[in-house]
């Protein structure tokens, strides 16, 4: 089986392990990841975070987006900007300056000016999987890895533990992550 095909049995098998978990589940991942990742010297030394939102199929993101907001100097959230797979972080005040974009992802309005990638200091992605080499399965658009690629700073994913794979591949045009964050612990691949 060729990398692609493969990527996309591991994006359906995780697809189909999220879909059977419970509604609570994801805002207890993401509470127990957010403990987690506020443990770390890469949270504690950041003043620009960029996070993504939540989906209902991922662990919640709320508290550290909240936190971020009260605590932080910045919070920047992602926002697509085109069918070639690109997207700009955003800098919000506020979660209500968030609605419904492409795919319906919560994203801020285009209205919002763009923040420079090479001016954040930590970046919290989302991933449908994640190996402890710092492999990351994302929904398959590249939208991450060309983002990852501008920026300079250490990136977190939040993967539940059951969806951590030990023979993730990771492709050329892959980059790998420096934190795996699970609801059981912190997984340092490539720390910074």
Not at 10 to 29: E, G, N
Not at 32 to 59: G, H
Not at 116 to 122: F, I, M, R, S, T
Request: proline share 8%.
């Amino acid at each position: 089986m060729d990398l692609q095909h493969k990527k996309a049995a591991l994006r359906k098998q995780a697809r189909q392990y999220l879909h059977m978990q419970p509604p609570q589940t994801f805002s207890d991942w993401g509470n127990a990841m957010a403990l987690a990742l506020f443990e770390l010297d890469v949270w504690k030394n950041a003043q620009t975070v960029f996070c993504f939102v939540s989906t209902d199929l991922e662990p919640s993101t709320l508290p550290i987006l909240k936190a971020v907001l009260a605590h932080k100097g910045t919070l920047c959230v992602p926002r697509t900007t085109d069918e070639n797979g690109q997207m700009d972080a955003v800098s919000i005040t506020d979660l209500n300056q968030l609605s419904a974009g492409r795919w319906g992802l919560l994203e801020p309005s285009a209205q919002l000016a763009a923040f420079e990638p090479q001016q954040l200091d930590l970046i919290v992605a989302p991933c449908l999987m994640a190996g402890p080499n710092g492999a990351r399965l994302g929904q398959g658009g590249g939208y991450y890895d060309r983002f990852f690629s501008r920026c300079q700073c250490p990136s977190v994913v939040l993967c539940p533990s059951d969806l951590v794979h030990p023979n993730l591949p990771l492709e050329p045009f892959d980059c790998p992550i420096d934190y795996v964050i699970t609801e059981t612990g912190v997984l340092l691949p490539n720390a910074r």
